[in-house]
């Protein structure tokens, strides 16, 4: 801990020599996690105090990936259960196991399938994880994926939402969280899900997971929720440890109404992830996404007067196009007055 504290500046190799001088009883090297974790126990106990300066070097140092916390807010994603979808797109894959557009493989999907797509033990776990390898987690940017939001039913949307607000609430780094054990039930019965990854399938991923999602009234959680309950969790959120400074949902530009970003809002939210993929009509149709570029604008003109970020998903090589008609799309996106998103994903 002593060496690690003096280090000023250094790369990741040079804490890593640091680290692999020292093993523990198994003759393993000592994890950052364990380190970070030592420390603050030694700390408590008032056996080690490093002085300030010294202090500040040894948690930027043990912190891993540092860059995902660099602005002070630190990301938590997670992911609503597998649901149908109203898209018909020809790109997006059909693994059932998710929800439509994400495939299980994916370092998010397999936290949120550990956390049987929990929202509060995805939430509460995930802010454990940062915790113990040095981030921050007092402000919170809570990032929702999964499908199309917008078509949830609603109760669930509530439900979810609030599920998050109150892991944040109960969350508290000075008493020393652990991982919490998922007490809850998959929200779909795998023994009715055919060929997983979506390759051989008989039926379309909205018929098998229609089948297959596991009705409220034999689902423990009920994943229902009212506005009053809610609410009472975002105003307890204002004074908590864990704070929600920025809530982001996704949805499609067909799904965006005046109502709806009332909803949104209503929910909590700041920004919202876009399915803009293209701006060719005719790749648009070719790939079967159910709308024109046209609905994308007014969609995220929309947006804009409502005061939401806009994260704009764009996808290059889609059907139907090429390098060239991709360069002129992406200039497309930042020269239109009508687009120009605040962030992009690709």
Known sequence: IVEISKLEKPTQEEVLKVMQRYIDDKKKPLSKSNILRAYNKLKDADEVRLPKNKEKNFYRNIRKKKIRTISGVTPVTVLTKPFPCPGQCIFCPNDVRMPKSYLADEPGAQRAEANKFDPYFQTYNRLVAYN??????????????????????KDYQIWFIKRCFEAMNDFDKDNEPVAMKVNTKDPIDKNLLEEIKGEAMKDTYNQVIAKALIKKTTNEQHETADWDELFKAQKKNENAKSRCVGLVLETRPDEITEEELIRIRKLGGTKIQ????????????MNKRGHDSDTTRKAINLIRQAGFKIHAHWMPNLYGSNPEKDTKDFIKLFSDESIKPDEIKI
């Open 132 to 153: 113990n390898i040095g981030h921050p987690t007092d402000k919170v940017e809570l990032i929702v994926l999964g499908g199309t939001w917008s078509h949830y039913p």
């Open 274 to 285: 876009i399915g803009i993929q293209t701006l060719d009509d005719k790749v648009l149709e």
